[in-house]
């Protein structure tokens, strides 16, 4: 069973950098895209961005210029990197395995990062 | 950017049929996924690449989409079905992912 296990800081000061990773366990890495998904409190889902065997990203163009997604092969670990975080960056963030054709979704638990001084 | 629209509220009485939309540019040529979602737990998808359903999820739920439209369809509702529904269109021309606002299911 594939599991995703998130991991970083709950608060982080504004004009900082927001760092989470995402651990994989019960598959590989690879072939796969995966995804950071954000909640603002009592709001919808938004899509962060994405990266993709090989290293090949795309992101939200809304956050493109803040964001940046890398993966750890050697450690079955992709990671998120938000720079310059706002009050309005304070959310839930969740990181998931976009389904396939013959497989379902994977998501993280998720984990609430406030952005506060 | 490509805009996807859903409505947001959409009530029931249980037993009946829900209906729930995902508006966007011609979205019959692009891959939808639907999720639920009860706050505070994590979405849960329910229907993959239109109308594909996880072997977890009950055959009351089904998806379609066609020209402008991809609609998720819930037979006899129950209670339990109560949530926040998303739909999450991949637009291949910009290789980008993107969610509806989300509707709320309300059983009465």
């Known amino acids: 069973q594939v599991r995703l296990q998130q991991s970083g800081p709950g608060l982080v000061k504004p004009s900082e950098t927001l760092s989470l990773n995402c651990s994989v366990s019960?598959?590989?890495?690879?072939?796969?895209?995966w995804s950071w998904i954000r909640q603002s409190p009592g709001k919808g889902l938004e899509w962060i961005g994405y990266?993709?065997?090989?290293?090949?990203?795309n992101y939200n163009p809304s956050l493109k210029s803040r964001v940046a997604i890398s993966v750890d092969p050697s450690k079955n670990r992709f990671s998120l990197t938000l720079h310059s975080v706002t009050a309005a960056d304070t959310a839930v963030y969740y990181c998931v395995r976009e389904p396939t054709s013959h497989d379902d979704a994977y998501w993280g638990q998720g984990t609430l990062v406030s952005v506060s001084s | 950017s490509y805009v996807v629209t859903q409505p947001p509220s959409v009530s029931v009485a249980p037993g009946k049929t829900a209906r729930m939309t995902c508006g966007g540019d011609?979205?019959?040529?692009?891959?939808v996924h639907w999720y639920q979602q009860k706050p505070p737990q994590a979405p849960v998808l329910v229907i993959s690449y239109d109308n594909d359903r996880p072997s977890t999820i009950p055959e009351r739920f089904s998806g379609s989409s066609s020209g402008n439209m991809a609609t998720l369809t819930i037979r006899r509702v129950e209670a339990g079905d109560e949530a926040d529904y998303y739909c999450q269109v991949w637009d291949s021309s910009s290789d980008q992912l993107m969610f509806g606002g989300g509707t709320k299911l309300t059983v009465l």
């Open positions: 019960g598959g590989s890495i690879g072939s796969y895209y």
């Open positions: 011609n979205i019959g040529s692009k891959t």
């Open positions: 990266i993709y065997f090989g290293g090949r990203t």
